[in-house]
């Protein structure tokens, strides 16, 4: 698992880890908010409140939250054989997960800085309200996470938190083996 506050860039260092590595599979979350003008089609499976809770109501979900106002879940996985699993999640779902499958291993991606972690926030076209909001929020999930962690990384440089990323997962790989 891969968690961490808002405007991190765990999507960036995510699509960047599994174009690297074909031996992960993404997991793909669900979410009832709009998709921002920056994300892609398949950041995330959009949908509306009634179907989200539908998919709560037939027991489809990992786990499941309310994030600022919006729902949030991680469907159950369903891989292709071999691959090991990789949920970019939030830290309250990670927590969730964790004590469903207790082996998973998660690594906390953090900012160089709450200041690089806003001008992030204010690109990917965040409201000041909601920047703020994040901001705030990603203090307490960096020091909960830093305690629930077994690996973190800081996101100053791209190519060098994807080459960290990549090293934890072949290092977990040869101790399962």
Do not use: C
């Amino acid at each position: 698992m891969i968690s961490g506050p808002g405007g991190v860039g765990k999507g960036t260092i995510v699509r960047e880890l599994v174009a690297k590595d074909p031996g992960l599979w993404l997991s793909r979350s669900w979410t009832t908010r709009s998709r921002r003008p920056s994300e892609t089609e398949d950041a995330y499976e959009f949908v509306s409140a009634d179907e989200f809770r539908k998919r709560i109501d037939e027991g489809g979900f990992l786990e499941w939250g309310n994030f600022l106002g919006n729902f949030y879940g991680t469907p159950n996985p369903s891989p292709p054989e071999g691959l090991d699993v990789l949920l970019e999640i939030e830290l309250e779902g990670a927590q969730i997960v964790r004590g469903k499958i207790p082996e998973v291993i998660l690594i906390l991606v953090v900012p160089p800085s709450e200041e690089v972690q806003r001008e992030r926030l204010i690109r990917r076209g965040e409201s000041p309200e909601r920047i703020e909001e994040r901001v705030e929020r990603g203090r307490s999930e960096m020091k909960a996470g830093k305690h629930l962690a077994d690996e973190i990384v800081v996101n100053d440089d791209l190519e060098t938190a994807v080459e960290a990323l990549s090293d934890i997962v072949s290092k977990y790989r040869r101790l399962r083996s």
